[in-house]
């Protein structure tokens, strides 16, 4: 799944190249390290709606029927809608319109999840990981969105989830007990996702799980949840655990075993 995802700026250039943002657009929104869906934050997205500009959703889907900003609350803190399973998005109830026709692109440069270390059981020690692109650049996952009209204000308030797909090969040894991963688009093909004119078929093609070769994932310090770290640049830094020191000699194509992917000093602990 994706709950908590990061959005820096330090490597724009392929979201630039293809036509997705500009650079003059990079100043619109602000870095942010460490982001929690639970929080609902306004966060960076491009819809096919305005396809042009950069506009600030909230994460955490809810019906276009909703009254309130407070129903919309009471809703999101019973139903996990942070994310879109996409085997079932065509069929769902309240996602099957916004797949058609409200899809967009999130902007991130790179997302964390936790390997149990004994996924079968539900009270297991977990090591947080933080997946990037091996250039470190930013990329976007798919999302679908949706909006309602404040009653009570008159606000229209835009909403969106993130699309997950099953896990690469990567993201099993990570996301070792749901294995799931978000839906990350290639740069050449974003902004096609946000073609109206798309249908069933050609939506259906983007849900493929991302190159795993593209990948690389950095066990880091633990992460207490109720703590902020959007403006902590070392959340992303290496944290050495010897209990994964056999899994990262293994697969050493996919995870990074000593630095920053930033290039900041290696933390051994």
């Known amino acids: 799944m994706c709950f908590y995802y990061a959005v820096v700026k330090t490597n724009p250039k392929a979201l ?45 889907f809810v019906s276009a029927n ?25 069929e769902s109830r309240l996602f099957g319109k916004a797949i058609q026709k409200q899809r967009c692109l999130v902007l991130c440069s790179g997302f964390f999840e936790w390997r149990h270390k004994n996924p079968g059981k539900s009270n297991s020690e977990k090591y947080p990981f933080y997946v990037a692109l091996k250039d470190g650049g930013m990329f976007v996952f798919g999302g679908i969105w949706e909006k309602f009209t404040d009653r009570n204000t008159g606000e229209i308030i835009h909403n969106y989830a993130i699309i997950t797909t099953p896990a690469n090969e990567l993201m099993e040894l990570v996301h070792n007990k749901k294995k799931r991963m978000p839906l990350i688009i290639d740069p050449g093909k974003a902004m096609k996702w946000l073609d109206k004119n798309l249908n069933e078929d050609e939506i259906k093609s983007y849900f493929e799980p991302f190159d795993a070769d593209k990948l690389i994932a950095t066990p880091i310090k633990k992460i207490n949840p109720r703590l902020q770290y959007e403006d902590d640049p070392g959340v992303t830094v290496y944290y050495h655990y010897q209990e994964l020191s056999s899994l990262l000699e293994k697969y050493p194509e996919y995870f990074e075993k000593s630095v920053d992917l930033r290039g900041g000093t290696p933390t051994l602990f």
Request: aromatic content about 12%.
């Open 16 to 60: 630039i190249e293809n036509g997705i943002i500009t650079e003059e657009q990079l100043s619109l929104f602000d870095d942010k390290q460490f982001v929690k869906g639970f929080d609902f934050p306004l966060m960076p997205v491009i819809s096919d709606d305005n396809p042009e500009n950069i506009q600030m959703f909230r994460w955490g």
């Open 66 to 90: 909703t009254p309130n900003l407070e129903k919309a609350a009471a809703f999101l803190n019973q139903y996990n809608t942070l994310n879109a399973k996409a085997e079932n998005l065509f």
